[in-house]
């Protein structure tokens, strides 16, 4: 900005000569004589030696065709064959047999008591993780402490921390009247 306003000053003073009515003053006499532009600042980014990243390193695959090679070779790296998955495997056909269990069933059962891969004390559990640590360690309890006294302090560190972050959050409302 400040190199752009000195060749701004120059171009404009430099149609007048030294006998017009406006002054002009040793700087602008020197500028308007020469003509130059004056650098406004030091470059300090163009001495600096330049950095290579990851030096030294050498690829061991090229990955500048339609397939990933060894540098060199036209040869294909070798890759496993492509099979489908069999759909019909017992798994698969019944996955979600049970999803609508409440509705089409006859009412005997609950769909929490279907999911067998959900952890007994978390099923039909819906809640944020302070609560679910607190029915873990309801669940466990003293169990936990005697089998495995590591897993269960820290249990109970995490449970302090959310405890105190859950607190820090709250807004309490004081009643004063009462």
């Known amino acids: 900005m400040f190199?752009?306003?000195?060749?701004?000053?120059?171009?404009?003073?430099?149609?007048?000569?030294?006998?017009?009515?406006?002054p002009l003053?040793?700087?602008?006499?020197?500028?308007?004589?020469?003509?130059?532009?004056?650098?406004?600042?030091?470059?300090?980014?163009?001495?600096?030696?330049?950095?290579?990243?990851?030096?030294?390193y050498e690829d061991?695959?090229?990955?500048?065709?339609?397939?990933?090679?060894?540098?060199?070779?036209?040869k294909r790296l070798p890759m496993t064959p492509y099979c489908p998955k069999n759909l019909w495997t017992e798994k698969r056909a019944l996955f979600g047999?049970?999803?609508?269990?409440?509705?089409?069933?006859?009412?005997?059962?609950h769909p929490t008591q279907i999911s067998y891969s959900v952890p007994p004390w978390l099923r039909g559990?819906?809640?944020?993780?302070?609560?679910?640590?607190?029915?873990k360690r309801k669940y466990f309890g003293y169990g936990l402490q005697r089998a495995n006294p590591d897993k269960y302090n820290e249990l109970q560190k995490r449970i302090r921390y959310l405890y105190t972050t859950h607190n820090q959050r709250r807004r309490f409302r004081f009643d004063v009247s009462k």
């Open 3 to 22: 190199r752009n306003s000195i060749c701004h000053f120059t171009r404009k003073f430099q149609n007048f000569s030294v006998g017009s009515s406006l």
């Open 60 to 74: 061991k695959l090229e990955f500048r065709g339609l397939l990933p090679r060894i540098p060199g070779t036209k």
């Open 125 to 135: 559990f819906a809640g944020h993780e302070f609560q679910m640590l607190l029915r």
């Open 25 to 56: 003053t040793s700087v602008a006499k020197t500028l308007s004589a020469t003509n130059i532009a004056v650098p406004v600042r030091f470059r300090w980014y163009e001495t600096r030696p330049t950095t290579y990243k990851r030096f030294g």
């Open 97 to 109: 047999q049970n999803d609508y269990i409440d509705i089409l069933g006859d009412g005997s059962i």
